[in-house]
């Protein structure tokens, strides 16, 4: 149970149910209602705005986008989706380094879906193929910031075209707001409790900026944008 007085300007050292361990039943519950409150607070916006600018419909290349941390796979399929209907040719990789979520999305996907599921630990990952994309959403809260650098450096490193994170704000109300919402809603347990934790442990701005200065980023080098509703997301565009 989370405090009634929460100072926002720090970020929470709490954990999370679904980090913890649990029976493949249990986190597919956890998973699916993570995925409504995704689709009914517009949580894969930010990511299709992005790819939206990238012009991929005009490449000469089929680009090959990771999402990290793929969990359910919920928003890679929204990606596939948005690919179709767009007549972009992708390649698709899902990585998470649960295997019961990495089986759980691709037991969720239809049967015309080409996404490639992977287990393992992203700082030990030998993709088969270049990468083009790199993104991650829900993700990066689940880290301490020395391995948010490394994972900043990594797909600076490993990222040809660019990347892009999608998490959460940390902000009062909105934390508030979930809690109250996931409650009357009657979402997974798992769900009413990480999800006002989920907003104690995002970032401000003023994090990113520190994280992405550690990993040897320069000012210029990213974009910080926040979305509605209680979106922060950081964008990469390398050079072409």
């Known amino acids: 149970m989370l405090p009634d007085v929460l100072d ?6 709490l954990t999370e149910r679904m980090d913890e361990d649990c ?9 699916r209602d993570l995925a409504r409150l995704n689709r009914w607070f517009l949580g894969y ?9 990238l012009g991929l419909a005009s ?7 990771l999402d990290v941390g793929s969990g359910y ?6 990606v596939e989706r948005w690919a179709n209907a767009h007549g972009v040719a992708v390649e698709l990789t899902g990585l998470d380094l649960s295997t019961d979520a990495t089986a759980l999305a691709a037991e969720a ?4 879906s080409r996404i490639e599921w992977v287990s393992g630990d992203i700082f030990a990952y030998t993709p088969r193929k270049p990468i083009d994309i790199v993104l991650s959403s829900l993700f990066t809260h689940h880290l301490v910031e020395a391995d948010i650098v490394r994972f900043l450096q990594w797909m600076e490193e490993n990222a040809e075209v660019g990347w892009f994170i999608n998490d959460l704000s940390r902000s009062a109300i909105p934390c508030h707001l979930i809690n109250a919402f996931a409650k009357v809603a009657r979402l997974h347990p798992f769900v009413q409790n990480d999800a006002p934790v989920s907003f104690r442990r995002s970032f401000l701005p003023g994090d990113w900026r520190r994280m992405c200065a550690a990993a040897g980023l320069g000012e210029s080098d990213f974009v910080i944008r926040g979305f509605t509703p209680a979106r922060l997301c950081i ?3 390398k050079p072409q």
């Open 8 to 13: 926002f300007r720090f970020r929470a050292e």
């Open 23 to 31: 029976s493949r039943d249990e986190l597919r519950g956890c998973l």
């Open 45 to 53: 916006r930010p990511v299709l705005h992005w790819l939206d600018s």
């Open 59 to 65: 490449s000469t290349r089929q680009p090959h986008i």
């Open 73 to 78: 796979g919920d928003g890679l399929r929204r």
């Open 109 to 112: 996907c239809p049967a015309a």
């Open 235 to 237: 964008a990469r565009r």
